[in-house]
């Protein structure tokens, strides 16, 4: 599975942006789904996801109430629907999918199997 991510970009504190995870190769059906993120210096920290079969989501409690993740119903498609932006949030967000993780390890990086490229999200305040 390849992934592509897209959307990244500059925004003020306060303001929106759609990340979207394209899947080439293979749909994420039977996958686990995720967005990771990090900023300079610092680990590759866990965001939100969706466990495999597609009926838990999750997020980290630093997002909840602000960021949406979401797959479209062909299933080759995952996005991230961020709002309220804070510069905190300022990082190289990735997504990634894997055939086998369970949800107690859905936070953990190594879990996953397929990464994309990142993209940059920037925040101002």
């Known amino acids: 599975v390849q992934l592509q991510a897209s959307g990244g970009g500059l925004v003020q504190a306060g303001g929106s942006l759609r990340l979207s995870c394209a899947a080439s190769?293979?749909?994420?059906?039977?996958?686990?789904v995720a967005w990771f993120r990090q900023a300079p210096g610092r680990d590759r920290d866990f965001v939100a996801a969706?466990?495999?079969?597609?009926?838990?989501?999750y997020y980290a409690d630093s997002v909840k109430g602000r960021f949406t993740v979401s797959r479209d119903n062909a299933r080759t498609t995952v996005y991230l629907q961020m709002n309220n932006l804070r510069p905190e949030d300022t990082a190289v967000y990735y997504c990634?999918?894997?055939?086998?993780?369970?949800?107690?390890?859905?936070?953990?990086?190594?879990?996953?199997?397929?990464w994309g490229q990142g993209t940059q999200v920037t925040v101002s305040s």
């Open positions: 990634t999918a894997g055939p086998s993780v369970i949800n107690s390890n859905l936070a953990s990086p190594t879990a996953y199997a397929y």
């Open positions: 190769g293979r749909t994420f059906r039977g996958h686990a």
């Open positions: 969706i466990d495999r079969t597609g009926g838990g989501i």
